[in-house]
């Protein structure tokens, strides 16, 4: 069974620019979440997709967003990018049943803006 | 916000001696993960433990956790060099609502 997939691996991009980031979750997993990863800090929830809808966002500008395609897959959108939003973006899913337990991770897409 | 506070931040012990990590929490859980993460990849699920059990074992890991002191640790036996990861504690509210809330980790090096 395929794991969660995250694309690309790397990013490099400049002030200003957008960056898509792309994860597709485990067969049968319909929640995907996204966190970021800040060099050195914990995980910090950024967005909750589960059914094609977004269920909740974390302490994020509406500069970031996302989405969740009838697939399961979902996208991470960072509009007008900032230096601080370099950083290691991790997707994870979950089966929805229970909305509990245990998430899957993707080896995650490292942001670099210059 | 962050729920789960590890410590100590960092740890660096010799090959085969033990390692304990530990988290505090703030508010009530359904239950309690701990997830390992090599060097700036995923996370690896590594073991839950639910809020009404006291503590776990899965292969050289033991968890434990005190609802009344809101805290937890992980204890890895005859650490090997290929520990060498960070070490982060998770709780779940059962809401589903941001997955889980991870603390900050503990960075844990095996010196061999």
């Known amino acids: 069974e395929a794991g969660v997939t995250q694309s690309p691996t790397h990013l490099i991009k400049t002030r200003g620019q957008q960056a898509t980031l792309r994860c597709s979750p485990i067969?049968?997993?319909?929640?995907v979440y996204w966190y970021q990863q800040a060099l050195g800090l914990g995980l910090q929830f950024l967005l909750w997709?589960?059914?094609?809808?977004?269920?909740n966002r974390g302490n994020f500008p509406p500069r970031f967003s996302g989405r969740q395609f009838p697939n399961y897959s979902s996208e991470l959108n960072v509009n007008a990018l900032e230096l601080e939003d370099s950083a290691l973006y991790l997707c994870?899913?979950?089966?929805?049943?229970?909305?509990?337990?245990?998430?899957?991770f993707g080896e995650g897409s490292r942001l670099t803006v210059l | 916000s962050q729920q789960g506070e590890e410590d100590p931040q960092a740890l660096s012990i010799q090959e085969g001696e033990n390692a304990t990590m530990n988290c505090s929490y703030k508010?009530?859980?359904?239950?309690l993960q701990w997830y390992r993460q090599n060097s700036g990849r995923g996370l690896v699920h590594l073991i839950l433990?639910?809020?009404?059990?006291r503590e776990k074992h899965s292969g050289r890991l033991r968890v434990t956790l005190d609802t009344s002191k809101k805290s937890s640790s992980l204890l890895i036996t005859a650490s090997r060099a290929a520990d060498t990861a960070s070490y982060f504690c998770?709780?779940?509210?059962?809401?589903?609502?941001?997955?889980?809330?991870f603390g900050k980790g503990t960075h844990l090096i095996i010196q061999p």
């Open positions: 067969s049968g997993h319909t929640s």
């Open positions: 998770a709780t779940d509210n059962g809401g589903g609502a941001d997955g889980l809330t």
């Open positions: 508010t009530s859980i359904n239950n």
């Open positions: 997709y589960d059914e094609g809808e977004e269920r």
């Open positions: 433990i639910r809020s009404n059990e």
């Open positions: 994870a899913s979950r089966k929805t049943s229970g909305r509990t337990g245990e998430l899957f």
